[in-house]
């Protein structure tokens, strides 16, 4: 069923790290990139015992294959040391092999001290469904309520993908977190979880959500490193154009998915409130622009404006000396205060490029900002005319 869905991301020529949260389809589009690979699922516990007990046999069986052969590793921070296999097989050999290896957890990689491998693989990333992925017209709010995990947007009822999301959310906390070995109590993390879900896509206060959660701040902290290394979230600094460090004041914290984000504050089976579809929205775009700079490798960097009065700018992406501001409001009519600071900013020369991102109809052109529907400006993006 997820073969229907035709991902963006291109395949190396060369061996390659691919990270991305579980379920986001990595296997299944390895499946379809690599169908004649030699395979090593770390996810099945027959495989997994059988290189714990004798490492050595993983190097003698790609030994055994033909030259210019792919080798795929599932789930390699299951047993980390298989790194430094890959690390060896690849300094011996250089051209003989080429590894596929993927990963949920750039903790547990750290954590075992491996080798990773030396700059002799490149790094990419898998995301949810973006628009362009999905090929199908659903409507803005079935994406804010669901988000675009491939099975979930796989499923056509409502019902079904809630029930999808619910075990998701559940695995999650009970396979991904029990094996970073770093949270102590479940029931403590599982009150962070949804205090922190609500204060998705907000400038986050540590230690007002400690206080929300009942947890100490610096656990909280520590939660915070475990959402960020097992790719579930991440944060967007705040800026100031003046400003000789770039962070300045608390960032905002995003989860990966806007399904993900309505399952862990229990909100699933509601509807959608105006400032939740605010928030959701947000997330979405920040979503499509973070898949966009991966898949396309356009590199530079996403952080967020406010201005002394409070005003923002919901993203700055910054390559260079190329800087494009974009606000995002879930309103069907723009009105000129949205894009106040997008101008002022355009005016001292610090934005190079404004848009504009609400849930109208029509394109408009404000000023130097560039007003677009939500799906016109996904459009765009997806066909590089935004960060550009």
């Not at 700079?293 to 005003?311: D, I, K, L, N, Q």
């Amino acid at each position: 069923m997820l073969a229907m869905f035709t991902r963006r991301l291109v395949l190396p020529p060369r061996s390659f790290l691919l990270l991305g949260p579980r379920g986001t389809g990595k296997t299944t589009w390895l499946r379809q990139q690599l169908p004649g690979a030699r395979w090593y699922n770390l996810l099945l516990d027959r495989e997994l015992l059988r290189l714990m007990r004798d490492p050595g046999v993983f190097r003698q069986e790609v030994e055994a294959l033909p030259r210019g052969s792919w080798i795929v590793v599932d789930e390699v921070q299951k047993l980390p040391s298989l790194l430094n296999e890959v690390h060896d097989a690849l300094t011996s050999a250089p051209r003989r092999w080429r590894f596929a290896l993927t990963g949920s957890s750039a903790r547990r990689l750290r954590r075992e001290d491996v080798n990773l491998l030396g700059g002799r693989v490149v790094s990419r990333r898998m995301a949810p469904l973006t628009a362009a992925e999905a090929g199908t017209q659903a409507s803005v709010e079935d994406w804010l309520r669901f988000g675009g995990l491939p099975l979930v947007r796989s499923e056509r009822t409502p019902a079904g993908r809630i029930d999808l999301l619910e075990a998701y959310v559940e695995t999650y906390l009970t396979q991904e977190v029990r094996a970073e070995a770093v949270v102590r109590s479940l029931e403590s993390f599982t009150r962070f979880l949804e205090v922190a879900a609500l204060a998705n896509g907000q400038v986050t206060n540590v230690a007002s959500i400690a206080r929300d959660a009942a947890v100490a701040r610096p656990t909280v902290q520590g939660y915070f490193d475990v959402l960020v290394d097992t790719l579930i979230g991440s944060w967007l600094p705040a800026w100031r154009p003046r400003a000789k460090v770039k962070e300045a004041g608390h960032p905002k914290f995003y989860l990966f998915d806007t399904g993900v984000v309505r399952a862990l504050s229990r909100r699933l089976r509601e509807p959608l409130d105006s400032q939740e579809r605010g928030t959701l929205l947000e997330t979405l775009v920040y979503h499509e622009l973070r898949a966009q700079v991966a898949y396309s490798r356009c590199g530079g960097e996403f952080s967020f404006y406010r201005t002394p009065s409070g005003t923002e700018v919901d993203f700055v992406w910054m390559r260079g000396k190329r800087a494009v501001g974009i606000e995002v409001k879930a309103t069907g009519r723009w009105r000129d205060e949205h894009g106040r600071a997008l101008i002022d900013l355009h005016r001292s020369g610090v934005l190079t490029a404004c848009y504009g991102v609400y849930l109208g109809e029509r394109p408009l052109q404000a000023g130097p900002v560039r007003v677009l529907p939500l799906n016109d400006f996904l459009s765009a993006l997806s066909a590089g005319k935004v960060l550009r």
